[in-house]
């Protein structure tokens, strides 16, 4: 379900980083820790952290509970990022902090419409042998 555009391969140390900072982020909204004006942070779920291959660079996956308001969602986390990277400052002992870049994360979205075309061209299967 985590199928983002341009999926190639990414070295263990970016897939490492990447989770690491994926579940510091996770908590640290959990916890509202990062102080964000005008957003209850408990509840974003990071999805998904991908590094660039230099580590300095992360492009958070994200998306509401429920689904709703997800555009203007990213559209605060990432002008409030600099509260986020303080945050995760605290949390994380690496040697660059990676920039952090915010992004809806419509993957639950893409396979529910493929789940709805699936199931469609099932029911079309189905009344296709009935009348044959």
């Known amino acids: 379900m985590r199928n983002h555009s341009n ?18 982020l996770g908590e640290l909204f959990l916890r509202n820790e990062a102080k964000i004006p005008t957003l209850n942070s408990k509840l974003i779920t990071v999805t998904e952290v991908r590094m660039t291959p230099d580590l300095k660079t992360a492009r958070v996956y994200v998306i509401p509970l429920g689904g709703i308001h997800t555009k203007e ?3 605060i986390l990432t002008e409030y990022s600099h509260l986020v990277r303080k945050a995760l400052s605290k949390r994380l002992d690496i040697k660059f902090l990676p920039k952090l870049t915010f992004v809806e ?7 529910e419409k493929i789940e709805k ?4 061209n099932r029911d ?8 044959n």
């Open 117 to 120: 075309i699936i199931k469609r």
């Open 7 to 24: 999926q190639g391969s990414f070295s263990q140390r970016q897939l490492r980083v990447g989770e690491l900072v994926k579940q510091n």
């Open 105 to 111: 994360d419509n993957s639950f979205e893409y396979a």
């Open 73 to 75: 969602i990213v559209k």
């Open 124 to 131: 079309n299967d189905k009344e296709k042998k009935r009348y």
